[in-house]
């Protein structure tokens, strides 16, 4: 490889390692608390967090179809979450997790 090719492969994990780390701790000036949920990488949590929003979406449907006499009032929170699910990076969401492995689980890559 180029010099400059290792000195962009050296930058970038410094990023992965800068940006993809999982805080494990809130701050001491903070009352936020932390709670750890296991997954395997960051598509699987793009996966878990869609899968939550169409549920949200089921839900409402089913609520929506007991009180169709109120549809005038209040907003539709059903094409929100339907919105909210297109705008889902899940793409990039698997190249963090890629990024991720690349950056944590290889001890070779670049040696620092």
């Known amino acids: ?19 993809l780390e999982s805080p494990n701790k809130a701050g001491s000036k903070t009352k936020a608390l932390i709670t750890k949920i296991r997954l395997q990488s960051y598509f699987e949590l793009s996966c878990a967090i869609t899968d939550l929003l169409r549920l949200c979406i089921l839900s409402l449907e089913e609520e929506e179809h007991k009180t169709a006499a109120d549809r005038k009032s209040g907003m539709n929170v059903i094409i929100i979450l339907e919105m909210v699910l297109q705008l889902f990076p899940r793409e990039e969401f698997e190249f963090l997790s890629e990024l991720h492995q690349l950056g944590f689980t290889d001890p070779d890559t670049l040696n620092g």
């Open 1 to 19: 490889m180029e010099k400059n090719e290792i000195e962009d492969l050296k930058n970038l994990k410094k990023l992965v390692t800068a940006y």
